[in-house]
């Protein structure tokens, strides 16, 4: 973005609201760190910005917070921090985890700053937030430890060398078929969060009663459990909906690893949660991959913007759990759509700022899932931008096509999908009928 874009973008940023950054900042109220944005960053920033993890400036104490305020300021009010890049003005606003600020937030941050960003009373500071060690889950303080640890053989990366697809495999310890409530993947060895670009966990098995997902062999992804990749956490399906392991199933490893300059090992492993013996979910769910235009249908001509489409029918009504827009460096935005049985079109979500540094998963609430009906068309829209004015673009005067590389492209929306049948469906219609 240049200069004199940024400059528009902030002017209008900072009218947005039920009031103006400008009214806020005549408020008599004082604002300080401890009182008023310790909780703020607790909430939205600290896990990453802490000692230890991936940020590269720990916001936690009011000393470390100080030199960054004007900094903070400018990210905020850009909404470039915390990295939430879904539009918040069309498609569904209710997410399990979104840690987008609000406008009142926003506000709070700029009028400390430009107040002087005071420190305040200490004693007005909320207790510091206990966060999970590197060595251990994300999911462990709501499901304690999982029931199955899952390591890929671990790779050593040179510190200078062409990206790797390091792809091993590790067979399910399992006897008998199990269900999955919740899965987790993440980086293991020390350092390998560094050389991960992500890690896909493919779930190898004899399952002849999965249901298809679409028309297209390209959106029918049954065999992915689950992928990593920053901003990523961990999937805990609904109540009563899960994933089937079977017994002499393996998982597949597909471990993207690029060099930083030194050498480091990358390791990565799944924690899955399962189900009770015995408990078997009504539903089952499947990550599926919905294309955009792949493979040699995916051209991008040198110092150009290109918006790219792909269409998959639904074959059975299904509910979908969340969106995360998979592209590269060129990666724009991408819209997920539905085109209805009766014509009708409904925008599902508009990812309008991709970032490559952040593979997002916008996780839809529970209550605010789309629901489609059998015969639905999945529109993915992709925009990518080969062009200078793309600050991530390593050389716009490249051509661009599908590829695995970092320097390829690929435009793909990964949903958990869960299946449910027609009566199902007719019944969440009725419910639901005046909402829509």
Request: hydrophobic fraction near 40%; charge should be negative.
């Amino acid at each position: 973005m240049t200069y004199r874009r940024s400059i528009f973008a902030i002017a209008a940023i900072a009218a947005m609201g039920g009031r103006s950054v400008a009214a806020d900042l005549t408020s008599a109220q004082p604002v300080t760190f401890s009182k008023d944005i310790a909780p703020i960053l607790q909430e939205k920033c600290q896990t990453c910005h802490r000692e230890g993890s991936m940020a590269p400036m720990s916001l936690v104490t009011y000393q470390e917070t100080r030199p960054w305020a004007k900094a903070m300021r400018q990210r905020v009010i850009t909404r470039q921090m915390p990295p939430w890049h879904l539009d918040k003005t069309v498609g569904v606003q209710k997410f399990k985890n979104d840690i987008s600020l609000s406008d009142d937030q926003i506000a709070t941050i700029v009028r400390w700053t430009d107040t002087g960003a005071a420190e305040g009373n200490p004693r007005d500071l909320p207790p510091p937030k206990q966060w999970p060690k590197d060595n251990e889950w994300q999911a462990t303080k709501e499901l304690g430890e999982p029931d199955l640890i899952i390591p890929a053989e671990p790779y050593t990366m040179p510190a200078h060398h062409q990206d790797v697809w390091w792809r091993p495999e590790a067979k399910i310890p399992l006897s008998e078929p199990r269900w999955v409530r919740a899965v987790e993947v993440r980086p293991a060895a020390p350092g390998a969060r560094k050389i991960v670009h992500h890690a896909v966990a493919y779930l190898v098995q004899d399952d002849a009663d999965a249901p298809a997902a679409g028309a297209s062999a390209d959106a029918d992804r049954q065999g992915v459990l689950m992928e990593w990749a920053i901003g990523k956490s961990y999937d805990l399906y609904r109540p009563d909906t899960g994933k089937l392991l079977l017994p002499g199933s393996k998982i597949s490893w597909d471990v993207h690893i690029h060099a930083v300059g030194e050498e480091l090992t990358a390791g990565v492993e799944l924690g899955v949660w399962l189900y009770k013996k015995g408990e078997e979910p009504k539903y089952r769910t499947h990550l599926t991959a919905f294309p955009g235009k792949t493979g040699p249908n995916l051209d991008i001509p040198p110092n150009s913007l290109i918006e790219s489409e792909g269409f998959t029918v639904l074959k059975q009504a299904a509910i979908f759990e969340n969106i995360q827009p998979h592209m590269h460096l060129r990666g724009k935005a991408m819209a997920l759509q539905a085109i209805l049985p009766d014509g009708t079109t409904q925008m599902v979500s508009y990812v309008g700022n991709f970032n490559f540094n952040w593979m997002n998963n916008y996780i839809y609430a529970d209550d605010a899932a789309p629901v489609f009906p059998k015969g639905t068309v999945i529109k993915v829209t992709a925009w990518h931008d080969n062009t200078k004015d793309n600050l991530f673009n390593p050389d716009p005067d490249q051509w661009v096509g599908y590829g695995h590389r970092t320097v390829d492209e690929m435009a793909h929306a990964w949903v958990n999908v869960t299946y449910i049948s027609d009566e199902d469906y007719s019944a969440w219609a009725s419910q639901h009928k005046a909402k829509r």
